[in-house]
């Protein structure tokens, strides 16, 4: 079957960095997404990678490592606004999205 | 530009009722998306559309209908609703499948009792 595994909730500090990890396992591997989606809101577009790397954008960074099925999602200088749900999401052979159950960050002052 | 929109924000319905749930984009995407989004668990795909005509189902569309008469506008269609259909729906879009960003509608808030 297809999963993706992600920490259900994380803590972190304002003005501290976080990493959010997601694994994978799907049948193929067509890019996989980052989204960010603050509670009662729709899912928005954070990154994008299809190849092994660091993809960088600004506060927000996403790494690859396909051999590994392995994406994590770095947040630098982090803001109260940054407080919401992450959503890990694999395009699978069929380009469909799977998606993670997401993992709910808590920023404290 | 309003991007995606879809009506209603909310709504409570009683088991076998039916209604349709409205999406429309003014972005000219041809790529067109239905999921289901229940509590601690990943977006469900329902059914998707590669254009106006087109459609197909995804990974849960059992109980749902959909057309596609027009580029704009994706209703779904739920026929003899039932609580196991109570969840928040998304209608998304995007210019195409591979490597392009999903613009997601506010979402619509379903109860079913």
């Known amino acids: 079957g297809q999963n993706i595994d992600q920490p259900t909730e994380m803590t972190a500090t304002e003005g501290a960095i976080v990493q959010i990890n997601c694994t994978y396992q799907t049948s193929g591997f067509n890019g996989l997404f980052w989204y960010q989606q603050h509670a009662g809101e729709a899912p928005t577009f954070l990154s994008y990678n299809v190849l092994d790397g660091l993809e960088e954008k600004g506060r927000f960074s996403s790494f690859l490592s396909r051999s590994k099925g392995y994406s994590y999602l770095l947040l630098k200088e982090l803001q109260m606004k940054d407080s919401a749900s992450y959503l890990c999401a694999v395009m699978d052979s069929n380009y469909q999205l799977i998606w993670g159950a997401g993992t709910k960050l808590i920023i404290k002052p | 530009n309003a991007g995606v929109t879809q009506t209603p924000k909310f709504r409570i319905l009683k088991i076998g009722q039916s209604m349709t749930l409205q999406c429309t984009q003014d972005?000219?995407?041809?790529?067109m998306y239905w999921y289901r989004q229940d509590p601690g668990m990943g977006l469900k795909l329902i059914y998707y559309?590669?254009?106006?005509?087109?459609?197909d189902k995804g990974e849960v569309p059992n109980g749902y209908n959909v057309s596609r008469s027009t580029t704009e506008d994706f209703p779904l269609r739920l026929e003899l609703a039932a609580p196991s259909q109570t969840s928040v729906y998304f209608c998304?879009?995007?210019?195409?499948?591979?490597?392009?960003?999903?613009?997601f509608g506010p979402g619509t808030r379903l109860t079913v009792t």
């Open positions: 972005m000219n995407h041809n790529y």
């Open positions: 998304a879009s995007s210019y195409s499948r591979e490597g392009y960003e999903q613009y």
């Open positions: 559309s590669v254009g106006a005509g087109i459609t």
